[in-house]
């Protein structure tokens, strides 16, 4: 059975940081692609970041590119995302996601 559970969300400041955890298990994780997403308030959820089998190949949505550090750890099966600089618009539920699959989320809010 596929998991995967997200953790680090929070409120943080305008500027400020955080870094989110996604716990994978129930598939093959280390040859996969995994993504991670977010839904704003209002909005659709839109895919913000992607890294490939061994870190090959790494992508980000041009809005969070050179704030935001997908990561991903082979040996615990954890895929992480370090977010700086950060800003009310990134305010949003983030996701985990590999194929059709989805974590519950967890929530971003970025306030002063």
């Known amino acids: 059975q596929v998991q995967l559970v997200e953790s680090g969300g929070g409120s943080v400041q305008p500027g400020g940081s955080l870094r989110l955890s996604c716990a994978a298990s129930g598939f093959p994780f280390v040859i996969n692609t995994m993504n991670w997403y977010r839904r704003a308030p209002g909005k659709e959820r839109e895919w913000i970041a992607s890294i490939s089998f061994a870190g090959r190949t790494i992508n980000y949505e041009q809005s969070v590119k050179g704030r935001f550090t997908i990561t991903r750890d082979d040996t615990k099966k954890m895929l992480y995302l370090q977010m700086n600089n950060l800003e009310p618009d990134d305010t949003a539920v983030y996701y985990c996601?590999?194929?059709?699959?989805w974590g519950q989320g967890t929530q971003v809010t970025v306030s002063s």
């Open positions: 996601n590999w194929a059709d699959h």
